[in-house]
């Protein structure tokens, strides 16, 4: 190991061991109960609530994968921060009613929220398992990123498959005993150098490569001009129409995605949700940073094998062993937040509603009459931990030994995860939605978008392919439930949400 090598790995483990202590610690003082773990007791404030959903946002895909489509293909990267912007208009609306609905019924879930609304345990369980089933690929995802973050900030020293398995023993240890709460905090550290980094990128890249940003708009203008129109270069296709109906499904779907739930549940009142929605597309223009680092890399590698390296490659390649350590720590630890977060809204989809005996379907459940640390709420914690490990450990295998398989399907996650949105946010809204309208919908749904996905169609027609199953989800949905009459007592007027109410 060169001294680059030693300094920047020194480095990385310091920071390692500090979120780790930053990660445990945050729990001290605190109760020991399910709400705690899950969603902090519902107690975070605008900051917090701030630090933890942007760092969901800001992922190792932020560094790696914006600035590898920006390399490779160009606008079509556009996406994400148009998509992100538009969900938080979204969240401005939905966030407050959500909460206020779950703070109400004491529910910790979209699959709280669905198996209550419906009455029905069984519809709980499937909104948890299909949620559990398009959340596993994004945790897999991370630690990977986390992998090829660490090993391109080390020269090389620290192996892909040592640094995914650091990834899931820091992310498990903190997440574990401190819950939603832990990864609030490790954000703090987190988005501080996320901040500083690529601050210091905006500036340093188009000077030390090119000759600022005048020279750098003018040779892309002149000779990348493919870049910087749809549908890009060599994209696949990913043209105007992908643009706008992707930004429609992922507006909307962001809004029901279990972590993004997580972040509303934790907030103090609905009044912070309200904040955060207005202060969260401010953060989304760190974005455009890495996409311009990636266009950059054009001219300054422009053999690049793989592109998704074109920052860290800029970054090894220009600056001392200190400042790659930091952003390196910076891009680690925008795999590590996320990751956790992911985690622990499988552990409460699962734990909770498949292995706890459900909570929603009767309020006058065991389970919903054991308070904070009874035992109940304990036994519900502990399987919630363990599925939470439990999801963790498949992920981290998956990352291992099949590093391709799961992978592939996080390409369908936010697709599928879009078919949740009638049976997890619609029905709320629209009483006279069915149990059965709302899951056949759903498994149609599904359908299309497998469908389109195996017999490689999606998009089709430039349109987005979760958009055309979500179509089809509310098509059958609004059929079934004006073709049968809804059943009595599935949806009392009085759990129609409010955003303007607060529970006593």
């Given amino acids: 190991m060169n001294g680059s090598a030693a300094i920047a790995t020194t480095i990385f483990g310091l920071a390692m061991v500090a979120t780790l202590a930053i990660g445990v610690l945050s729990a001290r003082g605190r109760d020991k109960g399910m709400a705690e773990w899950s969603v902090s007791s519902r107690g975070l404030g605008v900051l917090f609530i701030w630090l933890l959903m942007a760092g969901e946002t800001y992922t190792s895909f932020s560094f790696l994968g914006t600035a590898g489509w920006s390399y490779s293909m160009g606008v079509p990267i556009l996406y994400l921060v148009a998509y992100l912007t538009t969900g938080f208009a979204v969240a401005y609306v939905v966030g407050p009613a959500l909460w206020t609905y779950a703070s109400r019924h004491r529910l910790l879930s979209i699959a709280d929220m669905a198996e209550h609304r419906f009455r029905s345990r069984p519809v709980g369980i499937l909104v948890a398992v299909t949620a559990t089933v398009f959340i596993v690929p994004y945790v897999q995802v991370q630690i990977q990123g986390m992998g090829v973050v660490v090993n391109a900030m080390t020269y090389g020293s620290v192996d892909l498959h040592v640094a995914a398995v650091i990834s899931f023993v820091v992310a498990e240890a903190?997440?574990?005993?401190?819950?939603?709460r832990g990864s609030a905090w490790v954000s703090v550290l987190k988005d501080v150098l996320v901040i500083v980094a690529v601050v210091f990128l905006a500036v340093w890249v188009p000077l030390h490569y090119l000759d600022g940003y005048g020279d750098f708009m003018t040779r892309m203008v002149e000779e990348k001009p493919q870049w910087l129109t749809f549908p890009g270069h060599e994209s696949g296709g990913l043209n105007g129409t992908w643009f706008v109906s992707t930004l429609l499904l992922n507006a909307v779907t962001i809004s029901i995605f279990p972590t993004t739930v997580a972040g509303y549940l934790s907030?103090?009142?609905?009044?912070?949700?309200?904040?955060?929605?207005?202060?969260?597309?401010?953060?989304?223009?760190?974005?455009?940073?890495?996409?311009?680092?990636?266009?950059?890399?054009?001219?300054?590698?422009?053999?690049?094998?793989?592109?998704?390296?074109?920052?860290?490659?800029?970054?090894?390649?220009?600056?001392?062993?200190?400042?790659?350590?930091?952003?390196?720590?910076?891009?680690?630890?925008?795999?590590?937040?996320?990751?956790?977060?992911?985690?622990?809204?499988?552990?409460?989809?699962?734990?909770?509603?498949?292995?706890?005996?459900?909570?929603?379907?009767?309020?006058?459940?065991?389970?919903?009459?054991?308070g904070p640390g009874g035992a109940d709420d304990v036994r519900i914690k502990r399987l919630s931990q363990l599925v939470c490990f439990v999801a963790g450990l498949v992920a981290l295998l998956g990352a291992l030994f099949f590093?391709?398989?799961?992978?592939?399907?996080?390409?369908?996650?936010?697709?599928?995860?879009?078919?949740?949105?009638?049976?997890?946010?619609?029905?709320?809204?629209?009483?006279?939605?069915?149990?059965?309208?709302?899951?056949?919908?759903?498994?149609?749904?599904?359908?299309?978008?497998?469908?389109?996905?195996?017999?490689?169609?999606?998009?089709?027609?430039?349109?987005?392919?979760?958009?055309?199953?979500?179509?089809?989800?509310?098509?059958?949905?609004?059929a079934l439930t004006y073709a049968r009459p809804s059943a009595p007592g599935t949806a009392p007027a009085r759990q129609t949400p409010s955003p303007e109410q607060e529970p006593a």
């Fill in 267 to 370: 907030a103090k009142s609905p009044n912070a949700l309200r904040r955060n929605a207005l202060l969260l597309p401010w953060y989304q223009l760190l974005l455009f940073i890495p996409m311009m680092v990636g266009a950059v890399a054009l001219f300054a590698l422009p053999a690049l094998d793989n592109p998704d390296l074109a920052l860290f490659r800029l970054v090894t390649d220009s600056l001392p062993a200190p400042l790659v350590a930091v952003i390196g720590v910076a891009g680690a630890l925008s795999a590590i937040v996320p990751m956790s977060v992911f985690m622990l809204a499988i552990g409460t989809l699962c734990g909770r509603t498949l292995l706890g005996g459900g909570n929603g379907s009767d309020p006058r459940s065991r389970a919903g009459r054991s």
């Fill in 403 to 478: 590093p391709n398989t799961l992978v592939q399907l996080s390409v369908l996650s936010y697709e599928g995860l879009a078919q949740l949105v009638p049976l997890a946010l619609l029905s709320l809204f629209w009483r006279r939605l069915s149990a059965v309208a709302g899951v056949a919908g759903m498994l149609v749904g599904l359908g299309v978008v497998l469908l389109l996905w195996w017999t490689d169609n999606d998009p089709w027609h430039g349109i987005n392919g979760g958009l055309l199953g979500l179509a089809a989800n509310l098509l059958v949905a609004v």
């Fill in 174 to 180: 903190f997440i574990l005993v401190s819950g939603l």
